[in-house]
């Protein structure tokens, strides 16, 4: 009945990864969030605690998009003692204007890896100092390094500095940027030394305690916070959300609950917030001056998921790549 | 990463229908949802309001089977001009151990007329007379003919007995069933004629009003409603509900919210309900003599397509069916 595209993960790596297309498609969406036109549901969540699992599900339809993505994100996390992956998961797309099947994205959550690293590009883009070059990353993993090459589109970077939880994680990862990006790299000794003044900084860790706090701030001073996504999770402290001259969210409702807004309502406190689409849209203030301290929280969203997939499927059918399965 | 199976609505129609096995595997879910194991999260529901279209995704964990399915179906009913069916959807499967996918069912919503059609059998073999050998069918749809055909694998049919709005539907089903089946099938002037005194009756209507009232009620007669699963539905009058002897549902959360017992609860009255999965189990009774009249709701479950998705995942390994991708 419909012409589906099934493509592997490698399929997909040689269809999209951090270009400037892939930047304007991811960028396009937080003005429809902010705007709220499109849907996108509440995330469906199934517990499979017998084997220390979760699925968690994700869609979001956006006018103008040619797909409609459904996410499918798997967890289970007895799978390293059998030599597999904790994360998993694929992605569905459906023609929006038929719901017809169109795509099966069997990416492994390549595709969140890289719309997540371009949203924190298009934080970076609207928010940093047009002359920051030095970008100060808190954590080591995948995000870690996907956040500096993505950055790359925005800025021009001479200077990384990473902090990690474990040293020899953070000196791996600074031997390879420096080796594969060309620019300078150095571990440094804790949280507040990634910070510099005019710099950009992106927290990217798991973490549920603050890693940033208020004392650790400096004028101009542009942090993208990406770690929280969950109830139990929180990378800054109150005092430094609070200090921000500008805080900003890809989406206010998830900050509140997932993201770095959470533990400031918990503490009572409240904290003005303006979405990043309408920093984007120019319906909102973002950095007005140098000296500005500016944060971004991301908690990300079904419709980035919609925005890559959709990219994903119009770049498979122009360059006929993958299987297609007549169903 | 994963080994994936890509099956075809053929395929699938090659491995799985209305067979012992599949009645077998759809009878074992409802004692699970009855005592609760697993998981089954809400529907999420997504609203494509420009296309007149939406997305309900259903998923369940059920202990004990192979795979997870996760189910996508699309309603776009402005298709139809575009000679494009309004419904349609897949299943994806998932290993229960890992969360890796394991297959993906292009289906077109042929699993789920299948397993909606034995849950028809299911309450049946467990509600119906054991001599009933007449069968009343309200409604000329697919579900119509595959009530009839699935009912057949637990009891003796020799007459059918069919009432639709349209009657010239009516007249192409029961044609089409005498020459299929070989078994006597008439049309009728009103659903209450679709009813005799020990038989069985099926509503397979999207009515937004009661088909069927209690004066149509016979003594030994069992009933399955399958049309309502949403909230504006109803084929059942409120007084009809109330007067049967037994009244059971798949899931008396969804038949309060969803099924027969919503429009109960409105005009202010209670029913005694047991859930099928209880009569399943014998911890509640279902008909205890010949003359009883029972009336089953289904609404439908995940948990009915997490068990055939898991059949269907399992016989395709064991045939080696569709194609296998490496992810």
């Given amino acids: 009945m419909a012409n589906v595209s099934v493509l592997t993960e490698s399929d997909i790596r040689a269809l999209v990864g951090l270009g400037h297309d892939e930047l304007t498609a991811i960028e396009a969406v937080y003005p429809l969030i902010s705007e709220a036109v499109g849907s996108m549901p509440p995330i469906q969540r199934l517990d499979v605690p017998e084997h220390n699992g979760e699925i968690d599900i994700k869609s979001a339809y956006l006018p103008g998009f040619d797909g409609i993505a459904v996410k499918i994100s798997a967890g289970f996390f007895d799978n390293p003692r059998r030599g597999l992956p904790s994360l998993g998961g694929l992605m569905l797309v459906f023609e929006t ?106 927290t ?22 990406i770690g929280s996504d969950a109830e139990h999770k929180q990378e800054l402290a109150v005092q430094a959300v609070i200090a921000a001259d500008v805080f900003v969210s890809d989406s206010r409702r998830q900050s509140k609950r997932l993201g770095e807004l959470r533990a400031v309502h918990d503490a009572g406190l409240d904290r003005t917030t303006v979405e990043l689409g309408e920093v984007i849209a120019e319906t909102s203030n ?37 299987q297609t399965i007549a169903t």
Same sequence: chains 1, 2.
């Fill in 204 to 225: 990217t860790t798991p973490s549920t305690e603050p890693l940033i706090t208020k004392a650790m701030l400096r004028p101009g001073l542009h942090l993208t916070a």
């Fill in 97 to 202: 204007e038929t719901g017809l099947p169109a795509a099966a994205l069997f990416d492994n959550g390549y595709l969140t890896n890289i719309r997540t690293a371009l949203a924190g590009a298009v934080a970076a883009k609207h928010l940093a100092r047009a002359d920051a070059h030095v970008v100060g990353i808190v954590g080591a993993g995948m995000q870690a390094r996907l956040q500096v090459e993505a950055v790359q589109l925005v800025r021009d970077i001479d200077q990384i500095l990473i902090w990690a939880r474990r040293p020899e994680a953070a000196t791996e990862l600074a031997t390879s940027l420096t080796r594969e990006l060309g620019i300078e790299a150095s571990v440094v000794a804790s949280p507040g030394d990634t910070v510099t003044t005019g710099g950009i900084v992106v």
């Fill in 286 to 322: 973002g950095r007005n001056t140098d000296d500005q301290i500016t944060i971004c929280d991301l908690t990300g969203t079904g419709a980035q998921d919609t925005a890559i997939a959709s990219l994903v499927m119009n770049r498979a059918r122009a360059q006929n790549a993958g």
